[in-house]
């Protein structure tokens, strides 16, 4: 076994067999779960029997409610300060106060509650109470509801995207949203998680001056590229750990649960638009539509329609790319202090890049294809972060190619860097290192 | 004697300053090699280049005739003066770990790392982790890994440092055992004590530059100041009076009724030349050479001139340096 395969190897299994490893991969995908099925499991919950009193003060619109398969709509014939006291009892989750001058001035509309209000529900009574209003004020303005409703067509663009076969892919762009939004935080955090624990591992070997034994068998940069790839592949194994344990958790869920995931487009009745609508078939257009663009429902249809081998493909490239990029700062930073407080002054540049690429994630999932998305996902530095935020929305093959093949040239670059800092830094101790010096270690052959 | 490694005209310049300037230097075979010098004075650059950790600006190093190259670093064996472990690391793991860096297989390395663990003492603290160990145990192990791939030339900086009288001389037999069964070292110190005790050759290294190379004796013979002592009884009148101005008393002490005195012969008359002036006024109960120690000659090239005389051989048993430390 050559010498660096026995310092990976080393560098691998100590890491690997500590304590807080086997939490990590653990508590990760657990963690990622959770995030996926808490969402949908609280959605389905928090919508079942949401009771609603109304006190209808006007008098238009108390039979105006239908109850839904999770709100029931109970019109009571008291105070409002009574009914306000019969949810304090518990008899109502919320209580909708139309006061007669509602009519005139919508604004006067109440909805109180003893929990922060459903925002379904809300949306809900909005729909109702904005359909009945405008039925009114159509009425006094003498013209037909019907006619009216039947010019109202309800808008829900299916997006597709052309994929250059001409075959249609049908799009997600909130799923290719968040999905971005993950990848990019990972990848951020793949990196100064990884990246520092090498920054540490190369500290503790100068603080503990066992390196000067070391590099008397083997060159420095044996040493720090055995230490790099060791903590690589620690990342790489706990990242392939956390993908098939949450895959198999969400499945299990799935399996075991197959209710909460429900929704699939084939089972979303739409009531044609030709037909005219009265107030009831409005409702449930209304709520089918919320339904589709609820959380849960695009999840579930989204999710499925993620290219997962070209997401994890590339989140494991860029990963790599990126932390070999990165390690090899922070190698150098390792060697040049002589303790962890003194790492700071250093870390600031290599931080700054990784932080431009977090701030600009908003705006590159707003525009995935503007410049500013392009440039950060083509210049090294920012390129793990940005390219894995743009590919859910689909990026150009000519683009990964040459922004994977200058991701590759510029991790060449650090590490040489690094390489050069780090063999004469190792062997230094008790002076304070200026930017100035590092640059003269470079230089100096 | 067969050169073992020859050091040529070594030049190492850092930013700021030159650490070596023309260092040659010529270790031979099977002998202790003492390396010595003040501090700042670049011996720890050139045990370095020795060990192929930097490289001179220049000049070449030979290890047994051959240009040194990175195959040699199985054959030399370091033991650095600031020396740590992995804290974290259990022992017997961490001793084959940096047994198979040097190119030793996991399993060779084991068998032989568990006798020389039994030879220590450290069997029971195998499986333990290197924070759990005394400074001395983990001296001890760094030793071992030292030693252990059997290399031709050892480097030991300030070995003993760190170690209880006992080690000490544990660690002084194992060295001696290591030259007597092939070895070659090269050992760096300030402890002027353990040089004279071990060493056979030294080079002395001051301000980056090499000012004195050769065997001990003759080092000690050519620094010999022709001072003798001697032991008189009955003394019939004043030394001063007996001697003439050839000869000066540098230092006299009386208990039990002698009279120990040290007498330099400041011309190149010779010691029977002395006796003679001596034997007719007192008894002569012993007489002789007093040799600089190490110590002195190491002060007297590093600052041009011997320590103040009542010093001058305050060092002289090097068994109590070592206590001391």
Redesign the interface.
């Known amino acids: 076994?050559s010498?660096t395969a026995?310092?990976i190897k080393?560098e691998f299994l100590?890491r690997i067999r500590k304590k807080s490893f086997l939490v990590m991969t653990i508590l990760g995908p657990i963690l990622m779960a959770a995030i996926i099925i808490i969402p949908v499991v609280v959605a389905q919950l928090s919508d079942s029997d949401y009771a609603v009193a109304i006190v209808d003060e006007s008098n238009f619109f108390y039979d105006r409610f239908q109850d839904t398969e999770s709100t029931t709509f109970t019109p009571v014939n008291v105070s409002i300060d009574d009914a306000i006291d019969l949810m304090h009892d518990g008899r109502f989750d919320a209580v909708l106060h139309i006061p007669d001058v509602a009519f005139e001035s919508p604004s006067t509309l109440r909805l109180f509650s003893d929990k922060s209000i459903n925002f379904n529900v809300k949306l809900l009574i909005e729909n109702i109470l904005k359909h009945e209003f405008e039925s009114l004020k159509l009425k006094a303005a003498g013209i037909d509801a019907e006619i009216l409703s039947a010019i109202e067509t309800p808008i829900n663009i299916q997006a597709f995207r052309i994929k250059n076969d001409g075959e249609l892919i049908t799009d997600y762009p909130e799923i290719s949203m968040g999905l971005g939004f993950v990848a990019g935080f990972l990848i951020y955090i793949f990196i100064f998680l990884f990246g520092s624990q090498v920054l540490r591992g190369v500290l503790?070997?100068k603080?503990?001056?066992?390196v000067?034994?070391?590099?008397?068998?083997?060159?420095?940069f044996q040493l720090m590229m055995g230490k790099v790839i060791g903590v690589g592949m620690v990342g790489l194994t706990q990242f392939l750990i956390w993908v098939v344990l949450t895959f198999t958790i969400v499945s299990i869920f799935t399996l075991a649960a197959p209710d909460l995931f429900r929704f699939t487009p084939d089972d979303q009745v739409y009531v044609s638009s030709t037909q005219i609508l009265n107030a009831e078939e409005m409702r449930q257009q209304q709520e089918v539509i919320q339904q589709h663009d609820s959380f849960a429902g695009q999840l579930i249809e989204g999710l499925g329609a993620v290219n997962y081998p070209v997401m994890i493909l590339s989140f494991i490239f860029y990963f790599l790319g990126g932390y070999l990029l990165y390690a090899g700062f922070f190698a150098a930073i390792g060697s040049a202090v002589d303790n962890e407080a003194d790492t700071q002054q250093f870390m600031m540049p290599v931080t700054i890049p990784l932080l431009l690429s977090i701030i600009m994630v908003n705006m590159v999932v707003q525009n995935p294809t503007g410049p500013v998305a392009f440039w950060m996902s083509i210049i090294p530095l920012t390129s793990p972060v940005i390219m894995m935020v743009r590919i859910p929305f689909g990026v150009p093959y000519a683009e990964i190619a040459l922004s994977a093949a200058l991701l590759i040239l510029g991790f060449i670059a650090t590490i040489w860097l690094s390489g050069r800092i780090y063999r004469t830094g190792i062997?230094m101790?008790g002076k304070k290192v200026s930017y100035g010096?590092l640059w003269?270690w470079i230089r100096?052959p | 004697m067969n050169t073992l490694l020859h050091a040529e005209n070594i030049t190492k310049e850092y930013t700021n300053h030159r650490a070596l300037s023309n260092v040659s230097m010529h270790v031979p075979e099977q002998s202790i090699f003492g390396l010595l010098g003040p501090n700042g004075a670049g011996k720890t650059t050139l045990i370095r280049i020795i060990n192929q950790i930097i490289g001179p600006d220049r000049g070449k190093v030979f290890l047994d005739n051959e240009r040194l190259k990175p195959k040699h670093v199985r054959q030399i064996g370091y033991l650095p003066e600031e020396r740590g472990l992995y804290k974290k690391m259990k022992l017997g793991e961490q001793a084959i770990y940096l047994a198979q860096l040097k190119g030793l297989k996991a399993g060779d390395a084991k068998i032989m790392l568990k006798k020389w663990f039994e030879k220590f003492d450290l069997m029971p603290w195998w499986n333990k982790k290197v924070e759990e160990l005394s400074k001395g145990m983990a001296q001890k192990v760094q030793f071992i890994i030292t030693v252990l791939h059997k290399p031709r030339l050892l480097i030991f900086d300030e070995p003993f440092s760190g170690f209880d009288p006992i080690n000490v001389n544990l660690l002084k037999e194992e060295i001696l055992k290591l030259r007597d069964d092939g070895a070659t070292i090269i050992f760096s110190t300030h402890n002027m004590g353990s040089v004279e005790e071990l060493c056979d050759h030294i080079a002395l290294i001051n301000k980056s530059e090499k000012i004195l190379e050769g065997t001990v004796s003759r080092i000690k013979k050519d620094h010999a100041r022709r001072i003798y002592e001697t032991e008189l009884i009955n003394l019939q009148k004043p030394l001063d009076n007996i001697l003439d101005q050839r000869f000066r008393v540098v230092k006299t002490k009386t208990h039990d009724g002698l009279l120990n005195a040290r007498i330099k012969i400041i011309d190149d008359s010779s010691t029977n030349e002395l006796i003679q002036l001596l034997l007719p006024e007192a008894g002569l109960v012993s007489f002789k050479e007093i040799t600089p120690s190490m110590n002195d000659i190491f002060i007297k090239q590093v600052t041009g001139k011997f320590p103040a005389e009542q010093n001058a051989n305050s060092n002289n048993n090097p068994s109590d340096i070592v206590s001391v430390q």
Do not use: D, Q
């Not at chain 1, 000067?212 to 420095?220: L, N, R």
């Open positions: 076994m010498k026995t310092i080393r100590s503790e070997e603080t503990s001056r066992i000067e034994i070391i590099v008397s068998s083997v060159k420095p062997l101790y010096e003269k100096h």
